[in-house]
């Protein structure tokens, strides 16, 4: 069992920029594969981020790449993302996962441990 708990978001203005962070409880942390979600209203949740357990492979939606960085420091438990060149389509609540599987998996059904979310809003 994993509990995820994000915190760091907030109001921005464009072009700014945010960090968020995932603690993570429990003792298998650095056997999860970790990912970041995104849900915008009234639509679906969409993957923007993930990082395999040891850090070294990450992949990004196309709408993030260059602008987002995810990492992790399993000392730590805990993942970030850090949100560059923020954009109001970037309004969203942001959902930290956790997978015992691939951290290439872009649908969420796939990720097995959810944070609550937090809300990240980008005025123009």
């Known amino acids: 069992q994993v509990q995820l708990v994000e915190s760091g978001g907030g109001l921005v203005q464009t072009g700014g920029s945010l960090r968020l962070s995932c603690a993570a409880s429990g003792r298998t942390f650095n056997s999860y594969a970790m990912g970041w979600f995104l849900q915008a209203p009234g639509k679906e949740r969409t993957f923007v981020a993930g990082?395999?357990?040891?850090?070294?492979?990450?992949v990004y939606a196309d709408s993030v790449k260059g602008r987002f960085t995810i990492s992790r420091d399993n000392a730590r438990n805990t993942v970030y993302l850090q949100m560059n060149s923020l954009k109001p389509e970037d309004t969203a609540v942001y959902y930290c996962?956790?997978?015992?599987?691939?951290?290439?998996?872009?649908?969420?059904?796939?990720?097995?441990?959810w944070g609550q979310g937090t809300q990240v809003t980008v005025s123009s």
């Open positions: 990082i395999s357990w040891s850090g070294r492979r990450t």
């Open positions: 996962a956790a997978s015992t599987g691939g951290y290439y998996y872009t649908l969420d059904i796939h990720w097995d441990y």
